[in-house]
């Protein structure tokens, strides 16, 4: 599959997601919900629910579940680590508003995590085997 098609459906699977849960994240914020606490429930919500949509139709990867589902998390737990570090930098400490920090983040993060699922989450498998990388081919 080439990698216009992926990013297209990636941007897709995106924009809805983060859609969905940026009002989340507006609406718990504005019921009194801290920004941090908000950004880190819905976390784990975004990442489930967009593991399964990139993995076979953005992706279209066929590889071993939970080897691409740990890889997945890890990734997703490095821009967790640094969405919440900029959280803390700009919001906390530099005073700006936590509502434009955290939609611009969510375009970057999501560029950068495009490029870690094409290359390291979902990485083509070798032709002629279904083995992911360092895994045992099965028959």
């Not at 949509?53 to 071993?64: D, E």
């Not at 990734?75 to 939609?103: K, P, S």
């Amino acid at each position: 599959m080439s990698t216009h098609l992926q990013l297209a459906r990636y941007g897709l699977v995106g924009l809805l997601s983060n859609g969905i849960l940026y009002i989340a994240y507006l609406t718990l914020t504005y019921m009194g919900m801290g920004h941090k606490t908000a950004v880190s429930l819905l976390f784990a919500v975004g990442v489930t629910q967009t593991f399964f949509l990139n993995k076979r139709w953005t992706f279209a990867h066929r590889g071993y579940g939970p080897d691409s589902y740990a890889r997945y998390w890890a990734a997703y737990g490095m821009a967790y680590v640094l969405n919440l570090a900029n959280l803390v930098l700009f919001v906390d400490l530099l005073g700006y508003n936590h509502q434009i920090v955290q939609g611009l983040l969510v375009i970057g993060i999501a560029a950068l995590l495009f490029l870690v699922q094409k290359f390291w989450v979902f990485r083509e498998v070798a032709p002629g085997t279904d083995a992911e990388p360092g895994q045992i081919a099965r028959p």
